[in-house]
């Protein structure tokens, strides 16, 4: 059986894993399903539909799978879909998603949302990714794996962050990021590549000097676009960690940061 505390209120129409623990009056709505092993803190509230895999922790005061805040919704039954090993800090807000977008926000492995970050409807986030305090992804944006956002960053809606990229402190970014950036300022600008951050996760020094290669073409060069991608297409064919870059040029929809 769940270990439920006798002050929380959980529905008899959501699942609970067996050993799910729901803190002190913590709500859990209809519709929700929560996975092995996961801990729900104390005043915490999780509505439905929403999918919650396993392993994860929700702090206290966190809002999970609440309705989107769009002017368009009208109670439509939309998703939160979260997998397994994240953590969610205290007053995190995470919101489903809109008949007018995907109908889904999804969250995926081992991902920590610090303190007041805030996930809007229709997002996409993928493995590995750092929310640092306060930061907030508007609707319908997509982060790629190993994403880092420094406290107080902020996503313009629609806009795509390639894996890998990092966020500076009070980044506002408007445009879409490739894989590998660094950016910083408001608005936010490109400022060379996460070279520590690739070390990190085993990318070796021939690589890391393809990938700045690959950025000095994109921004550097003084080539249009279609040029710069030519040549990255070229390089990715004997340095494939150059591939990501070329993947993600033809998906850009708010235009490329640069």
Excluded: W
């Excluded at 390639?162 to 894989?179: E, I, K, M, S, Y």
């Amino acid at each position: 059986m769940a270990i439920i505390d006798a002050r929380a209120i959980v529905s008899p129409q959501s699942t609970l894993a067996d050993d799910v623990e729901v803190g002190p009056f913590s709500i859990v709505g209809p519709d929700v399903v929560v996975g092995a092993g996961t801990k729900i803190g104390s005043h915490a509230v999780v509505r439905g539909p929403t999918t919650i895999g396993a392993n994860n922790q929700i702090f206290q005061f966190a809002s999970i799978g609440e309705a989107p805040q769009d002017l368009k919704y009208r109670g439509e039954p939309t998703r939160l879909e979260i997998g397994d090993n994240n953590v969610f800090r205290e007053c995190v807000t995470v919101h489903r998603g809109t008949v007018t977008g995907t109908g889904i926000t999804r969250i995926g492995n081992n991902c920590l949302f610090m303190a007041y970050s805030h996930v809007a409807h229709d997002c996409l986030v993928g493995d590995r990714c750092v929310l640092s305090n306060a930061t907030a992804l508007a609707g319908h944006v997509e982060l790629g794996d190993f994403v880092i956002l420094s406290g107080y960053a902020a996503i313009h809606q629609f806009c795509k962050i390639g894996a890998h990229a990092f966020l500076a402190n009070n980044a506002a970014v408007t445009r879409d990021v490739p894989p590998f950036l660094m950016v910083a300022g408001s608005p936010a600008e490109p400022k060379g590549i996460n070279s520590e951050g690739l070390k990190r996760r085993g990318f070796d020094s021939s690589q890391i000097a393809n990938i700045k290669q690959a950025y000095k073409i994109l921004y550097r060069s003084k080539l249009k676009l279609v040029d710069a991608t030519a040549s990255l297409v070229e390089m990715a064919r004997s340095a494939p960690e150059v591939q990501p870059f070329v993947d993600f040029l033809p998906r850009i929809t708010r235009s490329l940061i640069r």
